[in-house]
Nanobody, 118 residues
């Protein structure tokens, strides 16, 4: 079973930055697209950002474009989400997962909490 371990969340003031990490045991990590998702209290989990298997292509939900950057290192089986200019509405638990066209296709990890204060 593939394990996903998210980390890097925390409490930050609006306008601040955080860098989330997702480490996976996926042996075929280098061959799969990955994505970040988030779930705010009382809301459904939503797609945030995705990256192709080789890192050549990325895509983002409109609300984070220009502020968040997804990246990966296939030699480290790790994907990151750099979050800048954070807003209170970015507050959520953030998860990573394998994706196909913005749809998660694997098991979920425990996520990492991001809280942005105003």
């Amino acid at each position: 079973q593939v394990q996903l371990v998210e980390s890097g969340g925390g409490l930050v003031q609006a306008g601040g930055s955080l860098r989330l990490s997702c480490a996976t045991s996926e042996r075929t990590f280098s061959g799969v697209a990955m994505g970040w998702f988030r779930q705010a209290p009382g809301k459904e989990r939503e797609f945030v950002a995705g990256i192709s298997w080789n890192g050549a292509n990325t895509n983002y939900v409109d609300s984070v474009k220009g502020r968040f950057t997804i990246s990966r290192d296939n030699t480290k089986n790790t994907v990151w989400l750099q979050m800048n200019s954070l807003k209170p509405e970015d507050t959520a638990v953030y998860y990573c997962n394998r994706v196909f066209q913005r749809t998660p296709i694997g098991s979920w990890g425990q996520g990492t909490q991001v809280t942005v204060s105003s």
